[in-house]
């Protein structure tokens, strides 16, 4: 399934410049630059983000009342994986907070609201959602190796009526800690409590791995059976949220007096910029601007001169430390300074 991020201004920005969107210029001079970046993305007037809210409202109780979540992405939707019926995957930190905030708040097969966001409205439909990582400890009642048939099946239960037993001790509000050095038979964990760290998935034993990410963090399973013995897990935390969804977007238009104020506040921040100011710094003093919002992309290097025609004739004509010219593309406007080039 394609992946797309929310957090377009700078990844987004970075890729337009880099990929050769609009085509691509080879410059034989130059093997490779290294630049860092501010963008600033043209905020809409308060009348456009109204009228998409609207828009957001209508189509959200079209949803509810049994209208098609695919067609309405087909018809409304002004986010690029329209294309793919509105869906996407995304984990934690790809999304601007808002969004994450709804998105994670929302159960499998359940309908958001009206999510705002600086740039959008958005209405999500969460289809799955799991967690890639988790940290969990166990107490192992490891099989006796070398054992077959009725004396394999034996050790099996009693190592299962072991198991339940600890289990009970363990709901009855005793140590996970102090049972899994007593009684754990992993001697790599053992020691620690049965702390095993940090796993992903598809990294151990399927009924392990069901037992540890199927269940709340805190929670502790009843004895699961693997290859190795019997497992009692204890799921300490979890990360990394993957979220499979189906987007709506609604983006308020900016006309062209909003991408004049854009540019104005850019200028006086290339001003600044000019003066030695860091771009990164820059983004988090305009960061309240009225007029746009600001972003700065890392420092990133470009090798094989893939850049676009407008920024690659910017370069050929900047010093080590010099501040471009403002420049335009469908994100908004933006500066970059030159670090290096080779």
């Known amino acids: 399934m394609p992946r797309f991020s929310l957090l377009s201004s700078t990844v987004v920005s970075l890729a337009l410049i880099v990929s050769g969107c609009g085509g691509k210029e080879q410059n034989p001079n130059l093997a490779s630059v290294l630049l860092e970046q501010l963008l600033v993305k043209p905020l809409p007037s308060a009348t456009e983000k109204a009228l998409a809210r609207e828009d957001a409202e209508r189509v959200l109780g079209e949803l509810k009342a049994g ?66 990582q988790a940290r969990t400890s166990h107490i192992l009642l490891s099989f006796e190796k070398g054992l077959e048939g009725t004396a394999k099946e034996k050790d099996s239960e009693e190592k299962h009526k072991k198991a339940w037993e600890l289990y009970q001790r363990l709901k009855s509000g005793e140590s996970f800690y102090d049972l899994a050095r007593e009684f754990s038979g992993d001697p790599g964990s053992a ?30 399973s009843e ?50 910029a000019l003066g030695g100011a860091s771009l990164q710094r820059l983004a988090e003093q305009f960061a309240d601007s009225p007029e746009g919002i600001f972003s700065a992309g890392e420092k990133f290097e470009v090798r094989n001169n893939l850049l676009v ?14 501040v471009s010219n403002i420049l335009e593309n469908e994100n908004g406007y933006y500066i970059v300074r030159l670090l290096e080039k080779s």
């Open 223 to 272: 004895p699961v059976e693997t290859p190795y013995g019997w497992h009692i897990i204890r799921t300490v935390k979890k990360k990394d949220l993957s979220l499979k969804l189906k987007i709506i977007e609604f983006k308020p238009k900016a006309s062209a007096e909003d991408r004049s104020r854009a540019k104005k506040a850019l200028e006086e921040a290339r001003k600044l």
């Open 309 to 322: 025609p407008e920024l690659a004739g910017e370069i050929r004509k900047m010093g080590i430390g010099d």
């Open 191 to 220: 020691q620690n409590g049965g702390d095993i760290g940090w796993h992903g998935r598809n990294s151990l034993a399927r009924p392990y791995e069901e037992a540890a990410f199927s269940q709340a963090e805190g929670q502790i």
């Open 67 to 132: 209208a098609d979540f695919s067609e309405a992405v087909r018809k409304y939707s002004s986010h690029p994986s329209a294309a793919h019926g509105g869906e996407l995957t995304i984990t934690e930190g790809w999304m601007e907070p808002a969004f994450d905030k709804a998105a994670q708040a929302l159960g499998d097969s359940s309908l958001s609201g009206v999510i705002d966001s600086p740039v959008a409205f958005y209405i999500a439909y969460r289809i799955q959602g799991e967690y890639l």
